[in-house]
């Protein structure tokens, strides 16, 4: 097939994309907008329930992006959060043929006897890709990771329906400037087809972990890997929901080593694992944790994650000019004393447990659904009133991973000294150190140099 060819189906899978959504999502959208200019609501509940049922048959970026929204508070009304979080268990797997083309694209005709057997059907099956296990020449078990088709085409065009979402959600809501927001979403959505880049995310965790015994990070094959299929190590583990009804003390072990996970890479090489949907973890027989998957990675400037620290500094010893500071660090301007307040009301749910030196749960008497939306929705009130403000664009991710991590420990019930574990993690924090270790150790990995605001 010729150049010209590929770009010809390429354009036609994406105007066939642009239409299926655009009809789909655009007049859902028409709809709640006219309901607002009428001056009524609808049904939320319906709307929501319409809603995902328009997403749900399409594979792809779109829906990535309804479950990215569902996790960041007051993004959604809750009804919408509540159907659309579920988009996750609901993507269907492709089948046999389109795993054997895909299989034959990549490795070649003789693809199968690159291993001793291979799954027909898939382990798990995702908005971009799905998962099979498989066993190499060697007795290895791997999990080889496919991408769906035509993702490129189906990207571009979910993200110009994304835009249009943002830019009604604007004109409706002047409170809070999505423009970053969208910008975000749409990097890191163009990242996560880029299988190359997930074996360097691999590759760069497995090096921070390498002496923590407590976190498994799977191990690249690069030899049975290209640009849409990625084979790696396959790591035995139970889902962590299962680990629910365990007693105290082992629900406690799971709960620090994802706070380990989270908050080490973090505070010592400016990265994150930036999805926190509950199927990106396993847990082991020892309450180690298995991290699964590496789309999402947030690689941070070294100032922004100094502003993290700055910022919990200044909460902790209630010193207003340095919270300022913190914020103008990561990019906020024209801060009045009214939008001030407003910050540190969030912030201080955000590190409220990290900031209270005994043992405790994450947040008493909240649902993991419920995690962050009353505080959330007190500061968008306050925003309608005292706003606009722009989140730099780093906040998509820093807020979703953050909010993930809590519904993490909520459902597992963990009590812990949260302010200990933290306090233990930014102890021996020092800025020109993060800047050469995470130059160092993206460069080790192979890791492409991040495309970082300007701090």
């Not at 291993?115 to 027909?120: C, E, K, N």
């Not at 296990?133 to 189906?154: H, I, W």
Request: negative net charge.
């Amino acid at each position: 097939m010729s150049k010209r060819d590929n770009e010809q189906n390429r354009l036609s899978a994406r105007v066939t994309r642009y239409a299926k959504v655009g009809v789909n999502v655009g007049g859902i959208a028409a709809k709640v907008a006219g309901q607002r200019l009428m001056g009524s609501d609808g049904s939320s509940d319906k709307n929501a329930r319409d809603l995902k049922a328009a997403l749900g048959g399409l594979k792809g970026p779109i829906m990535k992006v309804a479950q990215m929204m569902a996790t960041i508070p007051e993004a959604l009304p809750k009804e919408y959060a509540a159907e659309l979080s579920q988009l996750q268990s609901m993507a269907p797997s492709m089948g046999w043929p389109f795993v054997k083309r895909r299989m034959v694209a990549e490795l070649g005709p003789g693809w199968k006897k690159q291993f001793s057997s291979f799954g027909r059907d898939a382990a798990a099956a995702a908005s971009l890709g799905q998962v099979h296990r498989a066993e190499t020449l060697d007795g290895s078990s791997v999990a080889c990771k496919l991408q769906y088709p035509d993702m490129q085409s189906a990207v571009e065009a979910d993200l110009a329906q994304l835009s249009l979402i943002f830019s009604i959600h604007r004109r409706m809501d002047t409170s809070i400037d999505t423009s970053q927001m969208a910008e975000e979403i749409g990097l890191r959505l163009r990242e996560e087809l880029d299988y190359g880049r997930e074996a360097a995310h691999m590759r760069l965790y497995a090096d921070i972990f390498q002496d923590e015994p407590r976190i498994a990070v799977p191990g690249v094959m690069d030899d049975l890997s290209t640009e849409r299929l990625l084979t790696m190590s396959w790591l035995h583990g139970q889902p962590l929901l299962d680990f629910v009804d365990h007693c105290l003390e082992d629900r406690n072990a799971i709960a620090k080593a994802m706070f380990t996970a989270w908050w080490y890479p973090f505070s010592h090489f400016g990265v994150i694992h930036g999805d926190p949907h509950l199927g990106n973890y396993s847990v082991r027989e020892d309450l180690g944790v298995n991290l699964l998957d590496y789309g999402c990675i947030r690689v941070f400037p070294p100032a922004f994650v100094n502003g993290v620290i700055e910022l919990y500094r200044s909460l902790e010893t209630d010193d207003r000019d340095r919270s300022v500071a913190a914020y103008e660090t990561w990019g906020f301007r024209n801060l009045s004393n009214e939008l001030i307040d407003i910050l540190n009301l969030w912030a201080g749910f955000i590190y409220g447990p990290l900031l209270d030196n005994r043992v405790r749960s994450i947040a008493d008497g909240v649902s993991p659904g419920d995690y962050g939306r009353k505080q959330a929705t007190s500061v968008h009130a306050a925003l309608k009133e005292h706003g606009p403000v722009t989140p730099p664009r780093e906040f998509v991710f820093m807020d979703r991973a953050a909010i993930g991590l809590g519904g993490v420990f909520l459902h597992l019930g963990a009590e812990l000294n949260f302010y200990q574990l933290f306090n233990e993690t930014i102890a021996d924090f020092e800025y020109a150190q993060l800047e050469q270790r995470q130059a160092h150790a993206l460069e080790k990995a192979g890791v492409p140099k991040p495309d970082h605001t300007p701090a």
